[in-house]
């Protein structure tokens, strides 16, 4: 079938999973993983249903967050054991020196390190109480920001750049133009944050258009807007990411009892208009 003037989507679309993230809990969402075996098990499921890469927090037993090298490495290898999938470890915190927040990063090597891309308000707001109940700052300075690149580049891990805001992205070019970092990264444009750019389509396609020709990009919707920022980011060829740091629904009302039927969700709704889940091998090809 002819497409007439529509420009060819790409066939086959990378699928990322946030596996836990760190500011929910099981109050929320009684299926979310604490421990490296949750987690890995979590990512074998979300590694079968379609997804090649896992983005990671480390969380003790009991939930809370950290940043320990050792919690990092137990994820690690219990996600190894179970499956090749490629593993994102998170960079970000509040209140935490930025080299502790990257030690992790230096000594276990990952594919990919998350790189927050700037400062913002950080909230997690209750439409039904009209309250918030995460208020924080989370403060990504250019000195940090590069300090970051720097520690990834010498471990040769790939930079995955959040961007919550158009200035995120500016950032960004400009760390490359310095040669700061290299010139396929991957936008990772979030939307949904409190205090950042909500979650619209016509955001998504604002963000699109700030970034350079070529560029290899995925969304990251939070709640359920997430689905609407999926559907368009599919259908403008980019990649996507879902999981329960960023959502825990399947529809309103509806829980994902796993992050594999988020990704379920991802892969049908790439198939509905024609694209297909990477494979690891291709995965790799496009990111590195």
Same mark, same amino acid.
């Given at each position: 079938?002819?497409?007439?003037?529509?420009?060819?989507? %790409?066939?086959?679309? #990378?699928?990322?999973? +946030?596996?836990?993230?760190?500011? &929910? $809990?099981? *109050?929320?969402?009684?299926?979310?993983?604490?421990?490296?075996?949750?987690?890995?098990?979590?990512?074998?499921?979300?590694?079968?249903?379609?997804?090649?890469?896992?983005?990671?927090h480390a969380r003790e037993d009991d939930g809370s967050p950290t940043v320990s090298v050792s919690r990092f490495r137990e994820i690690r290898d219990a996600i190894r054991q179970k499956c090749p999938i490629l593993l994102n470890f998170?960079?970000?915190?509040?209140?935490?020196?930025?080299?502790?927040?990257?030690?992790?990063?230096?000594?276990?090597?990952?594919?990919?390190?998350?790189?927050?891309?700037?400062?913002?308000?950080?909230?997690?707001?209750?439409?039904?109480?009209?309250?918030?109940?995460?208020?924080?700052?989370?403060?990504? %300075?250019?000195?940090? #920001?590069?300090?970051? +690149?720097?520690?990834?580049?010498? &471990? $040769?891990? *790939?930079?995955?750049?959040?961007?919550?805001?158009?200035?995120?992205?500016?950032?960004?070019?400009?760390?490359?133009e310095m040669g700061k970092l290299p010139t396929n990264v991957n936008f990772s444009l979030v939307f949904g944050v409190y205090g950042a750019i909500q979650a619209s389509p016509q955001n998504l396609i604002q963000q699109i258009n700030?970034?350079?020709?070529?560029?290899?990009?995925?969304?990251?919707?939070?709640?359920?807007?997430?689905?609407?920022?999926?559907?368009?980011?599919?259908?403008?060829?980019?990649?996507?990411?879902?999981?329960?740091?960023?959502?825990?629904?399947?529809?309103?009302?509806?829980?994902?009892?796993?992050?594999?039927?988020?990704?379920?969700?991802?892969?049908?709704?790439?198939?509905?208009?024609?694209?297909?889940?990477?494979?690891?091998?291709?995965?790799?090809?496009?990111?590195?």
């Open positions: 079938m002819k497409e007439g003037n529509m420009k060819p989507l %790409p066939d086959k679309v #990378i699928i990322s999973c +946030a596996i836990t993230g760190i500011a &929910a $809990n099981r *109050k929320q969402c009684p299926y979310i993983p604490y421990t490296p075996e949750e987690m890995a098990n979590e990512a074998l499921r979300a590694y079968n249903a379609g997804a090649t890469i896992v983005h990671i998170a960079t970000g915190a509040v209140g935490i020196p930025i080299q502790e927040r990257v030690e992790h990063i230096r000594q276990l090597q990952p594919e990919i390190g998350a790189l927050n891309m700037g400062s913002i308000n950080y909230a997690i707001y209750s439409e039904k109480k009209k309250q918030f109940y995460f208020d924080e700052v989370f403060a990504n %300075p250019f000195q940090d #920001i590069l300090y970051l +690149a720097k520690i990834m580049q010498d &471990a $040769n891990v *790939k930079p995955e750049c959040e961007c919550f805001d158009a200035g995120h992205i500016a950032n960004t070019l400009l760390l490359m700030l970034l350079p020709p070529n560029a290899i990009w995925q969304a990251i919707g939070v709640s359920l807007g997430q689905w609407h920022i999926l559907a368009t980011a599919l259908a403008a060829g980019g990649h996507v990411r879902v999981g329960f740091e960023d959502n825990f629904y399947l529809s309103k009302n509806k829980m994902a009892k796993s992050n594999a039927q988020l990704v379920e969700k991802a892969v049908q709704l790439a198939q509905l208009i024609g694209r297909e889940p990477t494979t690891l091998k291709e995965t790799k090809e496009i990111l590195f």
